[in-house]
Nanobody, 125 residues
Framework: VQLQASGGGLVQAGGSLRLSCAAS????????MGWFRQAPGKEREFVAA????????DYADSVKGRFTVFSENAKDTAYLRMNSLKPEDTAVYYC???????????????????WGQGTQVTVSS
């Protein structure tokens, strides 16, 4: 099972990026796909997640209204659309996948079974 994250880069404050997370090795149609990030010297934190069956989503308060998580089930790919980026959004972004995650646990990194390698997002001021 592999998760391949891509789409990171350098962008100016106020700009946009779209991250992708391509899953392979099994069918992820019933999984929760999550995005987490880790800035230098900080702990990994929850960003957003989507339950692919049903489409339930959850967002960290710091990104609500700016980021959108969605998925293309036919491609087993999840996306994170990031608008109005701020310097404090700078971090390595990781995608993760897990089965059987209840809605209240979507923010918990330990609930996820599979992790991608991370993609760097840098927002300049």
């Amino acid at each position: 099972v592999q998760l391949q994250a891509s789409g990171g880069g350098l962008v100016q404050a106020g700009g946009s990026l779209r991250l992708s997370c391509a899953a392979s090795g099994r069918t992820f149609s019933s999984y929760v796909m999550g995005w987490f990030r880790q800035a230098p010297g900080k702990e990994r934190e929850f960003v957003a997640a989507i339950r692919r069956r049903g489409g339930n989503t959850d967002y960290a308060d710091s990104v609500k209204g700016r980021f959108t998580v969605f998925s293309e089930n036919a491609k087993d790919t999840a996306y994170l659309r990031m608008n109005s980026l701020k310097p404090e959004d700078t971090a390595v972004y990781y995608c993760a996948a897990g089965s059987g995650i209840i809605l209240s646990a979507m923010r918990m990194s330990r609930a996820y079974e599979f992790w991608g390698q991370g993609t760097q997002v840098t927002v300049s001021s």
